[in-house]
């Protein structure tokens, strides 16, 4: 069974350090894109980026460009998302998504992880 | 920052039709690339709904149903169920933004 868990809920001050985690399983991490999508609260889904956990290549979206780092470990089968400073703009709930089955070879996702929530606050 | 217009929301009695419109650009849509569709609902991660235009994954009933034509594609639905209540976006990829994805700014959908 294709499963994409992530890490908890965060809360953290404005300047400070993290990176979420969204671990696969049931299926060959490293052969499918793995992509993020963010939340705002009250707002809609944003496309932030994706990996080829195989050779990491990875796209960011124009918005997210140098505003987060995403990367992959091949050998944990875990994406990941980080920040080297949050911003009180950053608090959202953050996704992972796969392609897999359906939407392998295209540009969806039909497998998603449960949702990190992130807030950020002095 | 959406790229893709939908109507903010949509309404509908049980048992009606309702249909959400996307609306891209040359970049996107009206360039030939696909569209999809996802469920969302409060507390859930999203569900693919539609995927390449107009496929149904396994397990989404028949109700639902996507089309494209130029830069819109259309997501309806038939035989409203309560259980239908929840934001739907549209997905698409940007040519120019070389294999970027973005999405609709979302509808919420009310049974009323």
């Known amino acids: 069974e294709v499963q994409l868990v992530q890490s908890g809920a965060e809360v953290k001050k404005p300047g400070e350090f993290l990176k979420i985690s969204c671990e696969g399983s049931?299926?060959?991490?490293?052969?499918?894109?793995i992509g993020w999508v963010r939340q705002r609260p009250g707002k809609g889904l944003e496309w932030i980026g994706i990996?080829?956990?195989?050779?990491?290549?990875?796209k960011y979206s124009p918005s997210f460009q140098g505003q987060a780092t995403i990367s992959a470990d091949e050998s944990t089968n875990t994406a990941y998302l980080q920040w080297n400073a949050l911003k009180t703009s950053d608090t959202a709930i953050y996704y992972c998504?796969?392609?897999?089955?359906?939407?392998?070879?295209?540009?969806?996702?039909?497998?998603w992880g449960q949702g990190t929530q992130v807030t950020v606050s002095s | 920052q959406s790229v893709l217009t939908q109507p903010p929301s949509v309404s509908g009695a049980p048992g009606q039709r309702v249909t959400i419109s996307c609306t891209g650009t040359?970049?996107?849509?009206?360039?030939?690339?696909?569209v999809h569709w996802y469920q969302h609902r409060p507390g859930s991660a999203p569900k693919l709904l539609i995927y390449?235009?107009?496929n149904r994954p396994s397990g989404v009933p028949g109700r639902f149903s996507g089309s494209r034509s130029g830069t819109s594609a259309s997501l309806a639905i038939t035989g409203l169920r309560a259980e239908d209540e929840a934001d739907y976006y549209c997905?698409?990829?940007?040519?120019?933004?070389?294999?970027?994805?973005?999405f609709g700014g979302g509808t919420k959908l009310t049974v009323l």
């Open positions: 998504g796969a392609r897999l089955g359906y939407c392998d070879g295209s540009t969806c996702f039909d497998f």
């Open positions: 049931g299926y060959r991490f490293g052969s499918y894109w």
């Open positions: 990996i080829f956990p195989g050779d990491s290549e990875t």
């Open positions: 040359s970049s996107d849509i009206g360039a030939g690339n696909d």
């Open positions: 390449r235009n107009t």
């Open positions: 997905q698409s990829y940007d040519t120019s933004l070389r294999g970027r994805g973005v």
